[in-house]
T-cell receptor, first 115, second 115 residues
Framework: GAVVSQHPSRVICKSGTSVKIECRSLDFQATTMFWYRQFPKKSLMLMATSNEGSKATYEQGVEKDKFLINHASLTLSTLTVTSAHPEDSSFYIC???????????FGEGSWLTVV | AQSVTQPDIHITVSEGASLELRCNYSYGATPYLFWYVQSPGQGLQLLLKYFSGDTLVQGIKGFEAEFKRSQSSFNLRKPSVHWSDAAEYFCAVAPFRNQGGKLIFGQGTELSVKP
């Protein structure tokens, strides 16, 4: 079964509203999670590193006020797309790193459509 | 500039033929190296990874990859392609070994399989 779970898998929201995507590690604690964005037929772009108990580290060019990341517990990171616009429509995917075994687990991804 | 390059955007091979997908990276030290596969609309599946040791790595679904330090390459191979192998393939690197889990992806190679 899934080791990292994302929810929702698909979401449609109206332009101007905010939407939250959750990423959970199901059977291990993850002090660090990662958020990626993928446009159709494109590669995955690292958006930010989510750090438990501290601020996220954003990659260059990613608006931190637009893509709010919260990592309040060792098993949950959330990505909130604020004041969403149609150009924010994309596939968002998270990953979590398990130190023991040095393994990376990806979530199933979340399709966001802003109408 | 630091990067991961997959030179081939799209490759078509006949079913039963051999396959090689290219991946080159430009990072100072040897990063961790990965190959993932993604079917349309789906998440990522790990095919194989290289951390250290034997430079020929065996993965799932009959895939293998060879790390060549001198060429900064990590090419993916399969001796006989099946129609079900048609998908998008991504090479990824973890450039900083002490930042486990942070991956940089190549542009991807779309594989089509002819009957």
């Amino acid at each position: 079964g899934a080791v990292v779970s994302q929810h929702p898998s698909r979401v449609i929201c109206k332009s101007g509203t905010s939407v939250k995507i959750e990423c959970r590690s199901l059977d291990f604690q993850a002090t660090t999670m990662f958020w990626y964005r993928q446009f159709p037929k494109k590669s995955l772009m690292l958006m930010a590193t989510s750090n438990e108990g501290s601020k996220a580290t954003y990659e260059q060019g990613v608006e931190k006020d637009k893509f709010l990341i919260n990592h309040a517990s060792l098993t949950l990171s959330t990505l909130t797309v604020t004041s969403a616009h149609p150009e924010d429509s994309s596939f968002y995917i998270c990953s979590a790193h398990r130190g023991s075994g040095n393994t990376i687990y990806f979530g199933e991804g979340s399709w966001l459509t802003v109408v | 500039a630091q990067s991961v390059t997959q030179p081939d955007i799209h490759i078509t091979v006949s079913e039963g033929a051999s396959l090689e997908l290219r991946c080159n990276y430009s990072y100072g030290a040897t990063p961790y190296l990965f190959w993932y596969v993604q079917s349309p609309g789906q998440g990522l599946q790990l095919l194989l990874k290289y951390f250290s040791g034997d430079t020929l790595v065996q993965g799932i679904k009959g895939f293998e990859a060879e790390f060549k330090r001198s060429q900064s390459s990590f090419n993916l191979r399969k001796p006989s392609v099946h129609w079900s192998d048609a998908a998008e393939y991504f090479c990824a690197v973890a450039p900083f070994r002490n930042q486990g889990g942070k991956l940089i992806f190549g542009q991807g190679t779309e594989l089509s399989v002819k009957p």
